[in-house]
Each structure stands twice: as C-alpha cells, then as structure tokens.
C-alpha cells in the first residue's frame, strides 16, 4: 500500500487548502481514513477521522474549519481546510487502516503565515 499526500504550502491566516491523498495497493473502499498532524516539538496528533461506516470526528481545534471526504473511486481522501490559523502549521500526514493495519503517506507541510 503507498500514499501520496500533496497539496501543502504557504497560506496567510484566514485562508483555505485543500489535501489530498491517493492510495494505490489497497482495499480502500473498505478502510477507515485519517487526517494526523505534527507541528515542530509536537507529538503527531489527530485532526479527523472517517470510520469505515461514514462517521466522522474531529479535533476540537479544528472543527468547524476542517472537513475530510473521500472519493473511493479514485482511492483518495481530502481534507478541506478553512479559516487557517497560524496554529494550524504543521506536516500534514494522511493514514488508512486496512483490517486493522495503518498506513501512511508520506506528510505535507503547511505553513499558516503573513
């Protein structure tokens, strides 16, 4: 199973992104899906969740300005991100868990600055 994230960058507060991540080598209509994020001297943290059922959860930090989606299709799960702060900087990294077994993507950096 590989993932590859992109859609990072370079954003002034207030603005959106929009991640992506494609998975190629899994049963991806049949796995639950993740956004994690680690900013600098940060432990990896979750942003949102999408169970294998549809439910969804969130960070408290983010909710509201996030939303993540999935495209089964294309084997791909986004993540929309509004109203950035500059709290929000940090290496985006995308997981799918498959049979309970995680994988992960590569990570994204987004940088939330003026």
């Known amino acids: 199973v590989q993932l590859q994230a992109y859609g990072g960058g370079l954003v002034q507060p207030g603005g959106s992104l929009r991640l992506s991540c494609a998975a190629s080598g899994s049963i991806f209509s049949l796995s639950a899906l993740g956004w994690h994020r680690q900013a600098p001297g940060k432990q990896r943290e979750l942003v949102a969740h999408m169970a294998l059922g549809g439910a969804v959860n969130y960070a408290d930090s983010v909710k509201g300005r996030f939303t993540i989606s999935r495209d089964n299709a294309k084997k791909t799960v986004f993540l929309q991100m509004n109203s950035l702060k500059p709290e929000d900087t940090a290496v985006y990294y995308c997981?799918?868990?498959?049979?309970?077994?995680?994988?992960w993507g590569q990570g994204t950096l987004v940088t939330v600055s003026s």
């Open positions: 997981r799918i868990t498959t049979y309970a077994v995680d994988y």
